[in-house]
């Protein structure tokens, strides 16, 4: 069963603009809600990540936004940029075990 | 600091045919994953192990997957005999510890093309 839920599978934004991914999830027993960055031929990388006690946080371009009685969380990239351009995937973790699961994924691409 | 090391890089195999993947985690790194990601999906997790121990292998096909982890470093993953939706890549990923929310460091991934 699917327990965290992503949207849109792609997205095409203009330099300089706003990319919005968002994660919807169904178990309350989620301790963290990272974001991971991968690009083609690498693996995934952690970007920034939440704490459900927490309803933004912001780290550079990047800006976590979370509900928590709606079980949601979204990603907004502010100013995007070509090289922002990659394949984006929300998570949930248990922290007891540190077990991820994963999003569907988010293709980005940002035009020049 | 050096990352997670994979190999091979790239394997293809007929269908029926055994595949072994390598991972050399980050230094002093506890606990090891091996994730399978499917083209266009998210990686899903196939077995975890803390130190030389598994954690979980709830996911893990173990009619035809297994895995080991020797002296609690390198891992190894093995899939016999292969199938034709076993075609993905197969991601290692390590982290310090258990005890709580720690990022997980993700390797290059082995991609695994099954025909």
């Known amino acids: 069963q699917q327990q965290v839920k992503q949207s849109p599978q792609s997205l095409i934004v203009q330099k300089g603009g706003i990319s919005i991914i968002n994660c919807a999830y169904e178990?309350?027993?989620?301790?963290?809600f990272p974001w991971y960055q991968q690009f083609p031929g690498k693996g995934p990388a952690l970007l920034i990540a939440?704490?459900?006690?927490?309803s933004e946080k912001k780290e550079g371009r990047f800006t976590i936004s979370f509900n928590k009685s709606a079980k949601q969380f979204s990603l907004h990239i502010m100013d995007s940029q070509p090289g922002d351009s990659a394949t984006y995937f929300c998570?949930?973790?248990?922290?007891?075990?540190?077990?991820?699961?994963f999003g569907g994924g988010t293709r980005v691409l940002v035009k020049p | 600091e050096a990352g997670v090391a994979q190999s091979p890089r790239y394997k293809i195999i007929e269908k029926r045919q055994s595949v072994a993947f390598w991972c050399n985690p980050i230094s002093g790194h506890a606990t090891l994953y091996w994730y399978q990601q499917i083209l266009g999906q998210g990686p899903k997790l196939l077995i975890q192990f803390q130190n030389n121990g598994v954690v979980d292998d709830s996911q893990l096909p173990k009619d035809r997957f297994s895995a080991e982890r020797l002296k609690g470093v390198d891992s190894t993953l093995k899939i016999q005999p292969a199938k034709l939706e076993d075609s993905a890549v197969y991601l290692c990923?390590?982290?310090?510890?258990?005890?709580?929310?720690?990022?997980?460091?993700f390797g290059p991934g082995t991609r695994l093309t099954v025909l």
């Open positions: 998570a949930a973790v248990k922290a007891a075990g540190n077990k991820l699961t």
């Open positions: 990923a390590s982290s310090s510890w258990t005890g709580t929310y720690n990022e997980q460091f």
């Open positions: 939440i704490r459900p006690d927490v």
């Open positions: 178990n309350t027993a989620f301790d963290y």
